[in-house]
């Protein structure tokens, strides 16, 4: 569903979004940039969404549209997290984050949705009419860092 929903949607949507000149922001990942270990199956969706948002921007060249891709890292959703649990009737137990969570990040935080939410409003913004083809990544640099398990 990482790669396969947002193509169909696309396609779906292509003969709307040439009248309107609309725009296609996909949501990828890091992990499409670095993975874990057994996360194949998720890293290669998102770098595949990766592709698929380069490839569209070609496709939909010359017609107005525009197609880009975020790619968040660590985003705290921990209050969804929590208010998702105690919808359910469960207890709200998420730990809270370390001092080190946020200092292992070279802008000294972990991101927020708010962090991804500024870059998709910038993108469908007309004024950014130029940008196409591109991921954003959003992680606070922590794909530009050597990290190394102590």
């Not at 380069?54 to 890292?73: E, H, I, K, Y």
Request: hydrophobic share 40%.
């Amino acid at each position: 569903t990482n790669l396969i929903g947002p193509y169909i949607c696309s396609r779906y949507a292509a003969s709307h979004l040439r009248v309107s000149k609309g725009c296609i922001i996909n949501i990828s990942s890091t992990r499409a940039l670095q993975s874990e270990a057994n996360n194949e199956g998720y890293s290669a969706s998102k770098a595949g969404l990766i592709g698929l948002t380069q490839a569209m921007a070609v496709s939909f060249a010359g017609s107005g549209v525009r197609v880009n891709a975020v790619s968040p890292g660590w985003i705290d959703v921990r209050d969804m997290d929590t208010r998702q649990l105690v919808r359910h009737g469960e207890p709200a137990l998420i730990p809270p984050l370390t001092e080190l969570d946020h200092l292992q990040h070279p802008a000294g935080r972990v991101g927020v949705p708010e962090d991804v939410t500024k870059i998709v409003e910038f993108l469908v913004d007309d004024v950014n009419g130029f940008i196409t083809g591109q991921n954003f990544i959003v992680d606070g640099g922590m794909t530009k860092k050597m990290i190394y398990q102590e």
